[in-house]
Protein backbone atom coordinates (compact mmCIF):
# COMPACT_ATOMS: atom_id res chain seq x y z
CA UNK A 1 0.00 0.00 0.00
CA UNK A 2 0.78 2.97 -0.71
CA UNK A 3 3.13 5.43 1.90
CA UNK A 4 2.90 8.40 4.14
CA UNK A 5 3.22 11.36 1.20
CA UNK A 6 3.63 14.47 1.72
CA UNK A 7 3.17 17.87 -0.48
CA UNK A 8 5.36 19.78 -1.72
CA UNK A 9 8.31 18.65 -1.33
CA UNK A 10 10.35 21.65 -1.77
CA UNK A 11 9.16 25.09 -0.73
CA UNK A 12 11.35 28.55 -0.62
CA UNK A 13 9.39 31.49 1.50
CA UNK A 14 10.35 34.47 2.05
CA UNK A 15 10.33 36.34 6.07
CA UNK A 16 6.90 37.10 6.93
CA UNK A 17 4.87 35.08 4.35
CA UNK A 18 2.92 31.98 5.55
CA UNK A 19 3.19 28.66 4.43
CA UNK A 20 0.69 25.20 4.25
CA UNK A 21 2.17 21.91 4.14
CA UNK A 22 0.34 18.76 3.19
CA UNK A 23 0.15 15.55 4.96
CA UNK A 24 -1.99 12.03 3.47
CA UNK A 25 -1.36 9.37 5.92
CA UNK A 26 -1.13 5.69 5.13
CA UNK A 27 -5.00 4.26 4.29
CA UNK A 28 -6.57 3.50 7.24
CA UNK A 29 -4.22 5.21 9.64
CA UNK A 30 -6.01 7.85 11.78
CA UNK A 31 -3.07 9.19 13.64
CA UNK A 32 -1.04 12.23 12.09
CA UNK A 33 2.34 13.87 14.10
CA UNK A 34 3.95 16.23 13.08
CA UNK A 35 7.87 17.14 13.26
CA UNK A 36 10.60 19.83 12.67
CA UNK A 37 13.55 18.32 11.80
CA UNK A 38 16.68 20.91 12.00
CA UNK A 39 20.63 20.43 12.29
CA UNK A 40 20.62 22.46 15.29
CA UNK A 41 17.83 20.99 17.23
CA UNK A 42 17.58 17.54 15.35
CA UNK A 43 14.09 16.35 15.38
CA UNK A 44 11.23 17.93 17.01
CA UNK A 45 7.66 17.19 17.87
CA UNK A 46 5.45 19.78 17.04
CA UNK A 47 1.80 18.69 17.15
CA UNK A 48 -0.55 15.34 17.27
CA UNK A 49 -4.08 14.95 15.60
CA UNK A 50 -6.42 12.48 15.93
CA UNK A 51 -9.98 11.95 14.91
CA UNK A 52 -9.89 15.66 13.86
CA UNK A 53 -8.42 16.80 17.08
CA UNK A 54 -5.66 18.16 18.27
CA UNK A 55 -4.40 15.59 21.12
CA UNK A 56 -0.56 17.17 21.48
CA UNK A 57 1.30 20.02 20.75
CA UNK A 58 4.83 20.85 21.40
CA UNK A 59 6.83 23.85 22.14
CA UNK A 60 6.25 25.68 19.08
CA UNK A 61 5.33 29.18 19.32
CA UNK A 62 1.65 29.85 17.63
CA UNK A 63 2.35 30.54 14.46
CA UNK A 64 2.69 26.91 13.84
CA UNK A 65 -0.76 25.57 13.63
CA UNK A 66 -2.80 22.36 11.78
CA UNK A 67 -5.56 20.47 11.54
CA UNK A 68 -6.57 16.95 10.48
CA UNK A 69 -9.47 16.66 7.51
CA UNK A 70 -11.91 13.57 8.39
CA UNK A 71 -10.36 11.67 5.41
CA UNK A 72 -7.59 11.86 8.08
CA UNK A 73 -5.38 14.27 6.06
CA UNK A 74 -3.83 16.72 7.62
CA UNK A 75 -2.37 20.16 7.07
CA UNK A 76 0.44 22.52 8.73
CA UNK A 77 0.25 26.00 8.58
CA UNK A 78 3.33 28.51 9.91
CA UNK A 79 2.63 31.81 9.77
CA UNK A 80 5.18 35.02 9.59
CA UNK A 81 7.89 32.80 8.45
CA UNK A 82 11.40 33.55 10.18
CA UNK A 83 14.61 32.35 8.81
CA UNK A 84 14.69 29.92 12.02
CA UNK A 85 11.35 28.09 10.41
CA UNK A 86 13.80 26.99 7.97
CA UNK A 87 13.79 23.07 8.18
CA UNK A 88 13.00 19.47 7.19
CA UNK A 89 9.05 18.97 8.36
CA UNK A 90 7.88 15.39 8.45
CA UNK A 91 4.45 14.06 8.52
CA UNK A 92 4.40 10.40 10.30
CA UNK A 93 0.80 8.49 10.48
CA UNK A 94 -0.09 5.20 12.53
CA UNK A 95 -3.12 3.29 12.76
CA UNK A 96 -3.98 5.35 15.87
CA UNK A 97 -2.51 7.02 18.85
CA UNK A 98 -1.79 3.98 21.10
CA UNK A 99 -0.09 1.96 17.97
CA UNK A 100 3.75 2.33 18.59
CA UNK A 101 4.99 2.62 15.19
CA UNK A 102 5.10 5.46 13.28
CA UNK A 103 5.44 5.53 9.65
CA UNK A 104 7.33 8.90 8.05
CA UNK A 105 6.90 10.96 4.59
CA UNK A 106 9.78 12.08 3.00
CA UNK A 107 9.34 15.19 4.71
CA UNK A 108 8.50 18.89 2.82
CA UNK A 109 12.00 21.01 2.86
CA UNK A 110 11.27 23.98 3.38
CA UNK A 111 13.58 27.07 2.95
CA UNK A 112 13.06 30.49 3.88
CA UNK A 113 15.12 33.78 2.79
CA UNK B 1 14.00 19.65 30.21
CA UNK B 2 15.30 16.54 29.89
CA UNK B 3 16.77 15.13 26.42
CA UNK B 4 18.11 12.07 24.90
CA UNK B 5 21.55 11.78 23.26
CA UNK B 6 24.12 10.17 21.45
CA UNK B 7 27.71 9.45 22.24
CA UNK B 8 29.39 9.76 18.36
CA UNK B 9 28.12 11.69 15.96
CA UNK B 10 29.56 9.58 13.12
CA UNK B 11 30.79 6.33 13.24
CA UNK B 12 32.82 4.36 10.07
CA UNK B 13 32.69 0.61 9.54
CA UNK B 14 34.03 -1.45 7.14
CA UNK B 15 31.47 -4.08 5.48
CA UNK B 16 30.73 -6.98 7.37
CA UNK B 17 31.82 -5.91 10.50
CA UNK B 18 29.52 -5.41 13.57
CA UNK B 19 27.99 -1.84 14.41
CA UNK B 20 27.32 -0.65 17.74
CA UNK B 21 25.37 3.04 18.18
CA UNK B 22 24.57 4.11 21.89
CA UNK B 23 22.26 6.47 22.83
CA UNK B 24 22.15 8.39 26.52
CA UNK B 25 18.67 9.27 27.78
CA UNK B 26 18.24 11.32 30.75
CA UNK B 27 14.41 10.76 31.32
CA UNK B 28 14.16 8.23 34.48
CA UNK B 29 10.33 7.74 33.55
CA UNK B 30 10.43 6.89 29.72
CA UNK B 31 9.81 3.67 29.55
CA UNK B 32 9.55 3.44 25.82
CA UNK B 33 12.30 3.57 23.35
CA UNK B 34 12.66 3.47 19.26
CA UNK B 35 15.54 3.43 16.70
CA UNK B 36 15.47 4.85 13.64
CA UNK B 37 16.95 4.76 10.57
CA UNK B 38 17.30 7.98 8.05
CA UNK B 39 18.68 7.81 4.84
CA UNK B 40 19.42 11.01 2.94
CA UNK B 41 16.40 12.55 1.19
CA UNK B 42 14.21 10.19 3.29
CA UNK B 43 11.95 10.58 6.09
CA UNK B 44 13.39 8.64 9.49
CA UNK B 45 12.36 4.62 9.27
CA UNK B 46 11.04 2.69 12.22
CA UNK B 47 14.09 -0.18 12.92
CA UNK B 48 13.24 -1.77 16.53
CA UNK B 49 11.57 -0.72 19.57
CA UNK B 50 11.92 -1.77 23.42
CA UNK B 51 10.01 -1.15 26.03
CA UNK B 52 11.54 -0.49 29.69
CA UNK B 53 10.64 -4.16 30.86
CA UNK B 54 12.98 -5.70 28.25
CA UNK B 55 16.76 -5.19 28.37
CA UNK B 56 16.89 -7.12 25.10
CA UNK B 57 15.20 -7.29 22.03
CA UNK B 58 16.13 -8.68 18.37
CA UNK B 59 14.84 -8.24 14.82
CA UNK B 60 16.84 -9.18 11.30
CA UNK B 61 20.28 -8.09 11.93
CA UNK B 62 19.60 -5.80 14.66
CA UNK B 63 19.67 -6.08 18.46
CA UNK B 64 18.57 -3.53 20.92
CA UNK B 65 20.08 -3.37 24.37
CA UNK B 66 18.47 -1.10 27.24
CA UNK B 67 20.50 -0.37 30.21
CA UNK B 68 17.80 0.87 33.00
CA UNK B 69 20.50 1.46 35.75
CA UNK B 70 22.50 3.61 33.79
CA UNK B 71 20.32 5.00 31.26
CA UNK B 72 21.65 4.03 28.34
CA UNK B 73 20.52 2.25 24.80
CA UNK B 74 22.22 0.56 22.00
CA UNK B 75 21.46 -0.39 18.36
CA UNK B 76 23.45 -3.76 17.24
CA UNK B 77 23.82 -4.00 13.92
CA UNK B 78 24.83 -7.08 12.62
CA UNK B 79 27.29 -7.84 9.70
CA UNK B 80 26.82 -4.14 8.54
CA UNK B 81 26.17 -3.92 5.18
CA UNK B 82 26.82 -0.28 2.51
CA UNK B 83 22.99 -0.58 2.35
CA UNK B 84 23.09 0.09 6.05
CA UNK B 85 24.65 3.29 5.64
CA UNK B 86 22.50 6.34 7.33
CA UNK B 87 22.01 8.52 10.05
CA UNK B 88 20.28 6.57 13.14
CA UNK B 89 18.65 8.14 16.31
CA UNK B 90 16.85 6.92 19.08
CA UNK B 91 13.80 8.14 20.96
CA UNK B 92 12.13 7.74 24.01
CA UNK B 93 8.94 8.31 24.93
CA UNK B 94 6.98 7.55 27.94
CA UNK B 95 3.81 5.45 27.37
CA UNK B 96 0.77 7.32 27.14
CA UNK B 97 2.29 10.45 26.58
CA UNK B 98 2.81 9.91 22.22
CA UNK B 99 5.27 12.93 22.82
CA UNK B 100 8.76 11.97 21.83
CA UNK B 101 12.01 13.07 22.58
CA UNK B 102 14.63 12.20 19.61
CA UNK B 103 18.56 12.05 19.93
CA UNK B 104 20.52 14.31 17.83
CA UNK B 105 21.54 11.26 15.56
CA UNK B 106 24.90 9.16 14.21
CA UNK B 107 25.69 8.91 10.89
CA UNK B 108 27.15 5.30 10.31
CA UNK B 109 29.25 4.94 7.69
CA UNK B 110 30.05 1.67 6.29
CA UNK B 111 33.15 1.07 3.73
CA UNK B 112 32.58 -1.35 1.06
Known amino acids: KAGVTQTPRYLIKTRGQQVTLSCSPI?????VSWYQQTPGQGLQFLFE???????NKGNFPGRFSGRQFSNSRSEMNVSTLELGDSALYLC????????????FGPGTRLTVL | GESVGLHLPTLSVQEGDNSIINCAYS??????FIWYKQESGKGPQFIID?????DKRQGQRVTVLLNKTVKHLSLQIAATQPGDSAVYFC???????????FGRGTSLIVHP
Open chain 1, 92 to 103: ASSLSPASSEQF
Open chain 1, 27 to 31: SGHRS
Open chain 1, 49 to 55: YFSETQR
Open chain 2, 27 to 32: NSASDY
Open chain 2, 50 to 54: IRSNM
Open chain 2, 91 to 101: AENTLGSYIPT
